[in-house]
């Protein structure tokens, strides 16, 4: 239950939320830096913990709904409260997350233990006060957005306008108010008249950054399609269409499954798509439609173990890829706990672990190598002893500081660089 399902920093990056299979949010935020501790330089501690999602039963179905939380969408802060969508594979939330530290004391019609009194014995009009009292952080959820998916949702965003958010599941992509609960709109239907005909599904989908008239979504085929939903009010016919050819020489029993994209994410300036599908990241330029301008490799000495990954249905892992604030690096994650980050200017990559051995309070991480066979030197490691039970799936990058939150199975990582 405690496995973590996702990761997400709101958008000042002083708070970081999990979720877990056990449905529950763990929200941790970020210490004030104190002038005596200098190098504790702002970590991160739980500040809140609620559960979201309750398993359900769908009796119409005779299915199990769990509880597990697919995604987090933090909605910019407007007060002193915070906001955040979550969602498991049917419903999504609209929690608010507030502080109290004061109580209010001496109601007229109560006494202190919130028992009624009896009106008989009111004989003075008592003005109740504001006490202070020890910090309490509330979390309540504020809206229910239920009932509108017959599929698993896979992705949520939040548009650009604030209004607005969409959820996504394998066949359809629905259009919510904020304000409205009982109702969505639904702008992707991709579900044939025949199911026997179905080809593709949906596999992720995000919002554009500025433009809220504009989305993206990725497909089991890996490819890419971006809509605009000023064309129509059903976008199912796409503005552009991303696609990289296959090289013939390539294609193996494999191919399908290993070429559909596992996560999409704009870049923070909107002018790219980076995608990950199996065994690559791929950057594209919104205006070139016909291949990626930049591949990296993320674990290309698994093409040899394919086979033996589809016995253990690890070929199906779903990774995720991140942006770091400038664009200028990735980071996506790999299986033996390993993450990986490509720097998109110098074009250095590098291999690192979270793991417990190696991750004592401000110790260096050491770039980790993995051998294709042959001689193995000492620090590298075989590709044979790789463990895929541990795997890197989710991970999120602070929005303006190199601070990273690696999710490996149950345990969270937050790394940050080193400053001298």
């Known amino acids: 239950a405690d496995i973590i399902s996702t990761v997400e920093f709101n958008h000042t990056g002083e708070l970081l939320a999990t979720g877990d299979k056990g449905g529950r949010v763990v929200i941790f935020q970020r210490e004030q830096e104190s002038k005596n501790q200098p190098h504790r330089r ?14 359900e039963f769908d009796y119409l179905k005779s299915l199990e709904i769990e509880e597990k939380i697919n995604k987090i969408r933090w909605l910019p802060q407007q007060n002193a409260a915070y906001f955040l969508l979550s969602t498991n594979d049917k419903t999504v939330k609209l929690w608010k997350v507030s502080e109290r530290d004061k109580r209010p004391e001496g109601y007229n019609l109560k006494d202190e233990d919130g028992r009624l009194r009896d009106p008989s014995m009111i004989t003075v009009l008592r003005v109740p006060v504001l006490r202070p009292m020890d910090l309490m952080v509330e979390a309540t959820p504020r809206r229910v957005f239920a009932n509108a998916h017959t599929y698993h ?4 965003s939040v548009n650009s306008d604030y209004e607005t958010y969409m959820s996504a599941d394998d066949l359809r992509i629905n259009l919510w108010n904020f304000e409205i609960t009982n109702q969505s709109f639904n702008i992707v239907d991709i579900k ?10 949906i596999t992720a989908a995000e919002f554009h950054p500025h433009h809220c008239n504009t989305f993206v979504y990725s497909s089991s085929k890996g490819t890419i399609r971006l809509c605009d939903m000023r064309t129509s ?31 999409v994410k704009f870049s923070h300036s909107g002018r790219y798509i980076m995608t990950r599908d199996y065994l690559t990241v791929k950057v594209w330029d919104l205006n070139m439609e016909n291949r990626p301008i930049e591949t990296y490799q993320v674990h290309d000495y698994l ?7 589809y016995e253990n249905d690890c070929i199906f892992d779903k990774f995720e890829c991140v942006w770091n604030g400038s664009d200028s690096v990735i980071m996506t994650g790999s299986y033996n706990n390993f993450f990986r980050m490509f720097d998109r200017n110098t074009k250095r990559d590098v291999t690192l672990e979270a793991s417990r051995e190696n991750s004592k309070p401000r110790a260096i991480l050491k770039p980790r190598k993995v051998c294709m066979g042959g001689k193995r030197r000492k620090d590298e490691i ?12 989710h991970t999120a990058w602070h929005p303006s500081e190199n601070i990273i939150a690696v999710a490996a199975t149950n345990n969270l990582y937050i790394f940050q660089d080193k400053v001298n």
Not at 153 to 156: A, F, V
Not at 303 to 309: F, G, I, V, Y
């Open 42 to 55: 702002g970590e991160y501690n739980v500040y809140s913990t609620f559960q979201s999602h309750e398993p």
């Open 153 to 156: 949702i896979n992705s949520i």
């Open 192 to 201: 044939p008249a025949n199911m026997e005909e179905l080809t593709e599904v």
């Open 233 to 263: 009010a059903l976008c199912d016919r796409h503005a552009k269409f991303f696609e990289e050819p296959e090289d013939p020489s390539n294609r193996s029993f494999f191919s399908e499954i290993i070429s559909s994209i596992s996560d």
């Open 303 to 309: 093409r040899s173990k394919l086979c033996s990954l």
């Open 382 to 393: 075989s590709v044979d002893s790789l463990d895929f039970s541990k795997k890197i799936l």
